[in-house]
């Protein structure tokens, strides 16, 4: 094993740390002390380990932090799947506003009626826009979201004496976390093949449904971007015998003013709110995944949800918390993502019906623009028009690059990864969203650089296959990081670095 | 954990092993080169493993060139099963190491001396050219315990140990000596050639093997994908089935032929036969490698049954060959709704059908279902696979 | 529109390369008779008018800087340095997706290892992932891995009552679709040895919260021992301040430590986005839910991070721990590490003093002014910055009054959730409550108990 290179690397908070450093934040105590509980505390030997460093110290590490990492402020992110939007900076403003940002989740609803509106109208908003009886707001991400509407209808049937309903039908295109939610929900999966056009094979459809079946899963668009042509045939075919049908909102983006979900049968539908709604992705979250649910499921939502009354002796209604009649409970500690909820609210408030369907349409236009633009680079995974995105296959004829290599040489290129190796079912898969906010100069630079790598990829295919040449750290050692794991800095560093207090 | 780290910092290890004359028979119509050598030689035959193994070896040493310097040495045997070879490709003297020295013509009996030397060094992985006798000639020895990998260059190439072409080949093996594989469970399949020269086509599954393997992408949230761990796959699968069975409680389960149903085997703790039709009763193997006979008698003992079976990779045979014990008298005794079939994904994804051939049509037909089955393909998972008559 | 950048030119050419005149020929895929329908949303704001709108929204909001807040019960109002908003409005972090493309994550995936330490040095754990959703999404997790870990041969989990009760909730619903029973929660909150009398062979785990829900630290001697003893695992709630003087759970056997890490660095913020700590022994690693970071090399050796263990077991098996959780809370966790790195040691333990002075000072002259009886079932307990005290009237009338004549929010009603505490206030000091506010609230309830 060769030793680790540390030139070029950004040192831990630890490497930085020297005894006796720190800053100094906190009031004098005020108050006359109380004597500590000796049994209880630390020992003396036992330090925390917390570094010591001053506030300049922690600045310029964050900040040579944030400059290694990308940003959909920083540059363009085809992403599949992941509808990595410009976040728009408004939002920040707003909900750092002392009401929304200071207010404490166990207020009387009386003290928190602003909130309060703000989630009550924001519910009845995504209730329009999906079609729904009812919405939660609850679900903190997408995953929650599925659990919870899978949750839902195990509860259902339970209530119903359909206790031989334990199979979930899952498009072998699905996201990898459908089969994930289910077994957590206590159901089994039986995943359902696509046909040669990409979408639900009916036939294997028709073979799956019984009455062991309590739902169907899916993506619509799916994750081919292709919208499910038969989908109202799929729906009646799942309800006829028995069983329920669950939308995964995660492309929801294609959707918003286009059709509703719900007008489509769909039964209960979790919405993205950090993809559709502009809510930034927060390097790996804070998410939202609210849930629509039809008048059979409405009722099991997870709550409290807000109801409004109207007074006719006060010029302005009444915001209350309710838990739904057969809710199955909480999903968290308070009412999910509500920071992320004041972004949500603020986007659609911005962009009214009109806008939002601006919106999608531009979305689809984006994708399909650079899907033509790429023909004949690459192989397309299905020839027809896509909605918000798109498959592509990264294989060049008499080339040894795959889809891995490709995407690594994009970063040279200054543009993020797509979405590889999924959906599953196509091989080598590039899987590209543009987004509706990407400009035609930044669609057409992609399509040029995706040409250009598709030229190098039989003129100089060890350019891909060791690409990234121009990040802070070239292809990382995978195997290394699971069998060697370091998954904290070394006790030695930590100790060598105590600050006494 | 430890015993992994070691093996990462010592020097990577190939052991190289070259059949010289395989692949003969195929060029002049002979169904294979075993025992055939003189009659195919006398048709015109010439030797072109060693044209096969140098392009891969030459394109290795190039891709090695260009990525991180890191030492290999290089196992093999004597004149032309594998140090020639080695040569043309510019591999220096001094990290070639020759644990079998060859005296007159090469024999099986040579492959498996040579696989005996690799293993005494404790090979990384075992490179060879060749086709499926010469598998099962490395098998027999090997096992499961070091993965191999093919050149190939045999007649007949249906075992899952093989690259694509020997470009591919040269690219697997350095990306697995480079710790970017994993490793799969594979079947070394061969046809039967003495019934195959008559004009019978019967595949026959002879050993399981270990190979290196493309990960198999799964994706477990929105963009991650991971890479696969075969046996975690095979474990959920056996504790499916057990979980199910501790429900239904079935009084006698037949397992199946084949690696996949052999593993759910060793899950259970039985010792499964790998090639035969085995019965467990409460647990306990009561019978390995049964004939008709012996299975019938089973089935007039216990009322309860199952039958796990699992489909031949690509072909997507599930009754019909190579278990023909398994005859339409037995399948209609078991009962078809008493059949479990199982598959991992990888598995799966190169057999897009599944297809029955008992020899009764009906029978056939009514196995098919309405053009689907259910197969397991994890834990609480099942996929609908097509089927084809 | 708003931020959408084509031009009418651009538009034209794009569709002509596509071959089509109009955008919605895109959609004819979509059942005509449900294409385009006409919403019922309200008209659109500029930005001007939606930021007035939504500060008039917000000023409907009683909140932590408008009023004295002596408000807890799971989320503190706590200090905020600056350099904690300044780090995670960087846009580098803040539109960044998840770290799945290490080369270009390399800011988020140190920051999330660095994280990692940090809270494995809290908690005196081995391993820490890189967050859930809140605490109770954390603990209904952990509770999944021990039964996980007793490979479906354990179906009962011990929870103690004196945990967040919304936490138990959450953990109740997340074992919807199982067998598994929850028992424990009906002793009595302050007593861990009927607790403790519930182990048995089908127990998998034993959760207590430390200090629990009443802010008052447990009893912890031995009950590690006797846990371990039959066969379970313990997994401890903790409060991440507090940590920073008392004993860490793994100090005293804790297998799984998890706490809401809001209190490091994250605003109230109504409830979420919070941020779920999850820390457990190194031996379980492989059974730990979540994403974690691990340091690795790349190609030509240097140093990198990356996402590690992805292919562990229960994202295959995806039946027994089994967890879905994909998106987490990163930019949470970026704020705690924020947090964490800018108070340093010497800065978290005057802050766990600071809770602990202040919230003594406060029991202790409402104990003397008031008369009322402070954690009247329970007295002896040594406490951290939370304490009941038994009004005679009501906890929301007497709340009403605090806030509409006092300007505070008053404490939490714990005969809400506990049958037997009725009129019980549950009161919370943090280093944001002066002296000079504690003394004002004694007084306000000196006169409104009177």
């Keep these: ?501 | 954990m430890d015993r992994v780290c070691e093996r990462m910092r010592e020097k990577k290890c190939v052991g190289i092993l070259i059949n010289p004359i395989a692949g003969m028979g195929g060029r002049v119509g002979l169904k294979g080169t075993d025992g055939m050598e003189n009659q195919a030689r006398a048709l015109g035959a010439r030797p072109a493993a060693h044209l096969r193994a140098t392009e891969t070896l030459c394109r290795f040493i190039q891709l090695m060139s260009q990525a991180t310097d890191f030492p290999l040495r290089w196992l093999t045997c004597s004149g032309e099963m594998g140090e020639a070879v080695l040569k043309t490709a510019g591999i220096p003297m001094n990290v070639i190491e020759i644990v079998h020295t060859v005296t007159g013509k090469s024999s099986a009996e040579d492959t498996r001396r040579a696989v005996r030397g690799f293993m005494a060094q404790k090979v990384d992985l075992i490179v060879f050219c060749g086709g499926d006798g010469t598998a099962r000639d490395i098998c027999s020895v090997a096992g499961i315990s070091v993965p191999i990998l093919g050149i190939p260059s045999g007649v007949k190439m249906f075992s899952g140990v093989f690259a694509t072409n020997p470009v591919r080949c040269a690219e697997t093996m350095l990306a697995f000596l480079q710790n970017r594989l994993t490793t799969v469970q594979t079947e070394v399949l061969d046809l039967d050639e003495a019934s195959y020269r008559a004009g019978e086509w019967k595949v026959k599954l002879y050993h399981a093997a270990l190979t290196p393997f493309e990960p198999r992408y799964m994706q477990s949230s929105k963009a991650l994908i991971e890479n696969v761990d075969d046996t975690a796959i095979r474990a959920g699968i056996a504790d499916y089935l057990l979980e199910q069975f501790q429900r239904e409680t079935p009084a006698l389960v037949f397992l199946g032929a084949g690696s996949t149903v052999k593993s759910v085997g060793d899950r259970w703790g039985i010792d499964k036969t790998l090639l035969g039709v085995d019965a467990v009763v409460d647990g306990e193997c009561i019978g390995g490698d049964l004939n008709e006979q012996q299975i019938l008698a089973l089935l007039g003992r216990f009322k309860a049954r199952k039958l796990v079976l699992s489909p031949i990779g690509a072909q997507g045979f599930v009754l019909g060959r190579g278990n023909s014990q398994l005859s339409p008298a037995v399948i209609r005794d078991i009962g078809c709704s008493n059949i479990i079939v199982i598959a991992t994904p990888a598995k799966l994804a190169k057999t897009p059908v599944l297809r029955f051939d008992t020899g009764d049509a009906m029978l056939d037909r009514e196995l098919a279902g309405d053009g689907y089955i259910r197969v397991v393909t994890g834990y609480r998972r099942r996929t609908l696979v097509k089927t084809m008559l | 529109m708003n931020f959408l950048p084509h031009t009418e030119t651009e538009l034209r050419e794009m569709l002509s390369t596509l071959g089509l005149s109009q955008l919605e020929a895109l959609f004819a895929d979509i059942p005509e008779h449900v294409r385009f329908p006409d919403l019922t949303l309200p008209s659109p704001l500029s930005q001007m008018e939606l930021e007035a709108h939504l500060r008039k929204v917000a000023g409907r909001n009683a909140n932590a800087s408008s009023h004295e807040c002596f408000l807890g019960a799971g989320a503190y109002h706590h200090y905020v340095p600056a350099t904690v908003d300044y780090v995670i409005r960087r846009g580098e972090f803040f539109t960044a997706y998840t770290p799945y493309q290490p080369e270009a994550s390399q800011g988020m995936l140190q920051a999330m290892f660095e994280y990692e330490s940090m809270i494995c040095q809290l908690t005196g754990m081995g391993v820490t992932n890189a967050s859930h959703y809140d605490g109770a999404t954390a603990l209904a997790e952990a509770v999944r891995m021990a039964l996980d870990l007793a490979s479906g041969n354990r179906q009962k989990i011990v929870l103690s009552p004196a945990i967040n009760p919304h936490y138990r909730e959450t953990v109740r619903t997340y074992l919807h679709g199982s067998e598994v029973s929850l028992v424990g929660e009906n002793t009595v909150p302050d007593e861990l040895d009927s607790l403790l009398s519930q182990l048995d062979d089908q127990v998998a785990a034993l959760v207590i919260q430390n200090p629990n829900f009443l802010g008052q630290f447990e009893n912890i001697t031995g009950i590690a021992e006797k846990v371990h003893q039959a066969g379970a695992l313990l997994i401890v709630v903790a409060d991440p301040i507090a940590l920073g003087l008392f004993q860490s759970p793994g100090s005293y056997g804790a297998d799984v430590v998890i706490a809401d890490g809001q209190p490091l660095g994250i605003p109230l913020s109504f409830g979420g986005p919070y941020l779920g700590i999850f820390a457990t022994r190194t031996t379980y690693v492989r059974h730990m839910p979540g994403r974690v970071v691990g340091e690795t090399v790349d190609q030509s050796g240097r140093r990198g991070y990356v996402l590690t263990l992805a292919a562990r077991e229960q994202h295959i098996r995806r039946a027994r721990a089994t967890s879905n959780i994909c998106t987490n809370s990163g930019l949470m966790a970026l704020a705690a590490a924020t947090y964490l790195a800018t108070l340093g040691e010497s800065g978290l333990r005057k802050v766990a003093a600071l809770c602990f002075h202040k919230s003594h000072y406060a029991a202790q002259q409402l104990a003397e002014k008031t008369g009322l009886e402070v954690n009247a079932h329970a007295p002896s307990k040594p406490f951290f910055k939370e304490f009941y005290v038994q009004l005679p009237r009501p906890v929301d009338e007497v709340n009403r009054i605090l806030r509409e004549e006092y300007g505070v929010i008053g404490g939490f009603d714990l005969g809400a959730c506990y049958p037997g505490f009725e009129r019980q206030m549950l009161i919370a000091v943090t280093e944001m409550n002066t002296k000079a506010a504690i003394d004002r609230l004694v007084d306000a309830l000196v006169t409104v108990t009177r």
Excluded at chain 1, 30 to 52: H, S, Y
Excluded at chain 1, 395 to 411: M, N, P
């Design chain 1, 1 to 501: 094993m060769p030793e680790i290179d540390y030139r070029n690397s950004e040192k831990t908070v630890y490497e930085l740390s020297a005894v006796g450093r720190g800053t100094n934040l906190m009031p004098e105590c005020d108050v006359p002390k109380t004597a500590l509980p000796g049994a209880l505390l630390r020992k003396d030997t036992e330090t925390i380990g917390l570094p010591g460093l001053s506030e300049l110290d922690v600045v310029r590490h964050f900040i040579h932090l944030a400059q290694r990492n990308f940003s959909v402020d920083g540059g363009f992110y085809p992403l599949g799947s992941c509808t990595m939007k410009y976040n728009p900076k408004i939002s920040e403003a707003c909900a750092r506003s002392e009401g929304f940002a200071q207010s404490h989740p166990l207020q009387p609803d009386e003290t928190v009626q602003g909130n309060l509106k703000l989630m009550h109208d924001l519910q009845e908003w995504l209730k329009e826009i999906g079609g729904f009886a009812a919405v939660s707001l609850q679900p903190t991400a997408g995953a929650q979201g599925e659990l919870t509407a899978l949750l839902m209808m195990r509860a259902f049937f339970r209530n119903c004496g359909e206790t031989g309903r334990t199979q979930i039908l899952i498009p072998d295109s699905a996201h990898g976390t459908n089969p994930a939610s289910t077994t957590m929900a206590g159901f089994e999966t039986l995943e359902i093949p696509s046909d040669e056009h990409g979408n639900l094979d009916l036939a294997a459809l028709n073979a799956a449904c019984d009455d062991t079946v309590a739902g169907l899963m899916l993506t619509n668009p799916n994750t081919l971007g292709l919208f499910e042509r038969d989908i109202e045939t799929i729906v009646r075919c799942v309800h006829d015998c028995g069983g329920l049908v669950y939308g995964d909102g995660a492309n929801m983006n294609a959707l918003a003013g286009v059709v509703r979900p719900g007008d489509l049968g769909i039964d209960v539908m979790h919405y993205n709110l950090h993809k559709t709604f502009g809510t930034p992705h927060g390097g790996g979250g804070p998410g939202s995944g609210p849930l629509g649910a039809g008048e059979k499921l409405a009722a099991y939502l997870p709550g409290p949800l807000v109801r409004r009354i109207d007074n006719v002796e006060k010029p302005d209604p009444g915001y209350m918390l309710f838990i739904p009649e057969k809710t199955i409970g909480r999903m968290n500690s308070h009412f999910g993502s509500f920071g992320v909820f004041v972004r949500a609210y603020a986007y659609i408030l911005q962009h009214g019906a009109e806008g939002l369907k601006q919106n999608a349409l531009h979305a689809v236009l984006n994708a399909n623009y650079l899907r033509e633009k790429l023909r004949g680079v690459y192989p397309l995974s299905h020839d027809r028009t896509c909605m918000h995105e798109f498959v592509l296959q990264g294989k060049i004829e008499g080339s040894s690059v795959r889809a891995v290599d490709i995407s690594k040489r994009l970063l040279d290129y200054g543009f993020h990864p797509p979405t590889i190796y999924f959906p599953l079912i196509v091989p080598e898969a590039l899987m590209i969203e543009p987004t509706e906010t990407e400009s035609k100069q930044t669609l057409d630079a992609f399509a040029e650089a995706m040409k250009a790598i598709a030229q190098e990829a039989v003129d100089r295919p060890e350019t891909l296959h060791t690409a990234p040449h121009t990040t802070p750290v070239g292809r990382l050692d995978e195997v290394r990081a699971a069998r060697q794991l370091k998954l904290r800095e070394d006790d030695r560093k930590v100790k060598d670095n105590l600050n006494k207090a």
